[in-house]
Structures are given as structure tokens and as C-alpha cells.
């Protein structure tokens, strides 16, 4: 059993950045690949990132050259970065760990991402 918890999700101007952080607990992070969803209201929830436990790192088309995912085994923890966001990207985003990429065995609680103009 692993135990994630998001942060650093809130309110930014288009154009601006976040980087979303997910501190795990239970297991260590490296044991699992580890992934970015995201749900916007009234859509379903969608990918946006992922990264092997190898560090290969995998994107939306919608977000590629723009986020960047990444992980620190050492602070068991997964970053998001999120640069020149678009009001479409205002959604919940949730952190999940996997046994592969693309898929989530554990979920966080998600963080909030609100992008104005």
C-alpha cells in the first residue's frame, strides 16, 4: 500500500506556472511508475504525464513542451512542472502510482489548478 498526497495546485494567470508536488508514503516510490491525471468539470478524467521507474517519461500531446514530470526517490516524491498554462488546463489533477505507465493503482486526493485570463 502506497499513500499520496498532492499540493502546490491553485490559482494562476494563462501564461504562468505551477509545479504540482506528490509526497507518497507506505512504500517507496521507486517500486512504482508514477503518473499525472487530471479531470476538468463535466469531462472525464484524462492523462497528462508519466514517468517509468527507469525515469522514462511519457506525455498528452496537450501538454508535451510544456510540462515536465520528474521524481526524486530519495524525498519519495513526483513533481509536475507546469509552464505556459492555458486556461484548459484548469482541472483537479491527481497523482497515481502503478504497477504500469498510463495506469494508477493508488490515487491521491487531487489538487486544484485554476488558470484565469
Known amino acids: 500500500q502506497v499513500q499520496l498526497v498532492e499540493s502546490g495546485g491553485g490559482l494562476v494567470q494563462a501564461g504562468g506556472s505551477l509545479r504540482l508536488s506528490c509526497a507518497a508514503s507506505?512504500?517507496?516510490?521507486?517500486?512504482?511508475?508514477m503518473n499525472w491525471f487530471r479531470q476538468a468539470p463535466g469531462k472525464e478524467r484524462e492523462f497528462v504525464a508519466a514517468i517509468s521507474r527507469g525515469g522514462r517519461t511519457y506525455y498528452a500531446d496537450s501538454v508535451k513542451g510544456r510540462f515536465t514530470i520528474s521524481r526524486d526517490n530519495g524525498k519519495n516524491t513526483v513533481y509536475l512542472q507546469m509552464n505556459s498554462l492555458k486556461l484548459e488546463d484548469t482541472a483537479v489533477y491527481y497523482c497515481?502510482?502503478?504497477?504500469?505507465?498510463?495506469?494508477?493503482?493508488?490515487w491521491g486526493q487531487g489538487t486544484q489548478v485554476t488558470v484565469s485570463s
Open positions: 507506505g512504500r517507496t516510490l521507486s517500486t512504482y511508475a
Open positions: 497515481a502510482a502503478g504497477v504500469l505507465v498510463k495506469q494508477g493503482d493508488y
